[in-house]
């Protein structure tokens, strides 16, 4: 078993993350990644950087696995979130979970990646088409 | 008492700076980050921002020692 | 939007499905794996054989894959399960949606592979450590 | 009446063969699996098995014409 949260300036290659899921024991991987998209909120972004607390990040992105893997039976937890200069469909975020069972994995990643999202301290500053930028506030878009 | 302050993402934009070295009577997280909202502009304090003190999330309502370092976090957007 | 089941008997290869989910629009990627393996039902198993009735099974696995275009706010979903021999570690079906959202992304998935598993005319037949085989009945096993 | 008659997975191992060319006078894919079922030892109809005619899944009533391909399908175990 393990649980594994990470911070990372590259790029994010799934397939090197991958292999850490691996498992003979476990029927069932489920990852997700969110990706920059090339609107947010009606508006059209062209790039976005992030940023992050980084110590609290880790510690809280640690816990956030921690606990998937205390909540759920699964094997292996990875989230690893991006931070820097990210371009359109770059990978900001990814989660991969091993379990014997498919409930469990689904279950777990969506779990790490809804507390990643409410709690870890990283922030989404915004570059639009109309040449300006905004730090994102979730608790004040429309969506 | 002096304490150093940081501000993260649209904080330190309406701030001016990503942290800075501050002379305060505050006795708390709640009253400094009172006293530092009315000089940058910050926002009214809601459940979505937090504080922490030397990298711990820590309460509001937490004593301000000398040499404290305070995080104030605006609403998180990862993901 | 695209909706795409097949049967393969070549082993699958995740990094080269992902490619057909890629969207500039798409804010989320889930994919599920289901890996054979080394055991099942308390029995140590060895390697296994999946068979198909393979127009029908085409048929439905398609009917599915349009099912979640249908219910879920997804833009592309394919699945690919695996035919012929296979071995521990070895990827029996893939699933891979992607979304604007999440939460839609995550309950395709779901739902692809649940249906999948419930109603695609595949079959599993198990060789195990003591030299037996079987195939599996789901309404049967101890699970 | 000649129909022809495909086996899966476990049924294919109980009548000892993938398919059969059947002279049968069941009017229905029911009354058919109920002859076979005698002679090969398959399972009694549950809701997890399935019959299928010429490639498309058919109802247990479905009436039976010369040349029809029945497939009658296991409780299945993909994924």
Not at chain 1, 52 to 79: M, P, S, T, Y
Not at chain 2, 34 to 43: A, D, E, M, T, V
Request: proline content about 5%.
């Amino acid at each position: 078993m393990s649980a594994t949260f990470q911070l990372d300036i590259e790029p994010i290659r799934p397939e090197r993350l991958l292999p850490s899921l691996n498992n003979q024991t476990c029927g069932a991987v489920v990852t997700f990644d969110g990706r920059v998209r090339d609107h947010n909120d009606g508006r059209s972004v062209l790039r976005l950087d992030y940023t992050a607390h980084q110590k609290l990040a880790v510690a809280e992105g640690q816990r956030v696995v921690d606990e998937a893997l205390e909540k759920f039976a699964v094997e292996h937890v990875v989230c690893v979130h991006r931070i820097g200069h990210l371009a359109i469909g770059d990978i900001a975020v990814w989660v991969g979970v091993s379990a014997a069972h498919r409930g469990a994995a689904f279950e777990a990643s969506r779990y790490v990646i809804d507390e990643v999202k409410q709690r870890v301290p990283i922030w989404k500053n915004e570059f639009y088409s109309d040449g300006t930028e905004a730090w994102v506030d979730p608790t004040k878009t429309s969506r | 008492m002096k304490v150093r302050v940081e501000y993260f993402a649209q904080f330190g934009q309406l701030s001016g700076c990503d942290n800075e070295l501050v002379e305060t009577d505050a006795s708390t997280v709640s009253a400094l980050y009172h006293q530092l909202r009315r000089r940058h502009g910050l926002p009214e304090p809601g459940p979505a921002i937090r504080a922490a003190v030397n990298d711990e999330f820590a309460d509001w309502e937490r004593p301000l020692c000398v040499g404290d370092v305070i995080a104030f976090l605006p609403p998180v957007s990862g993901g």
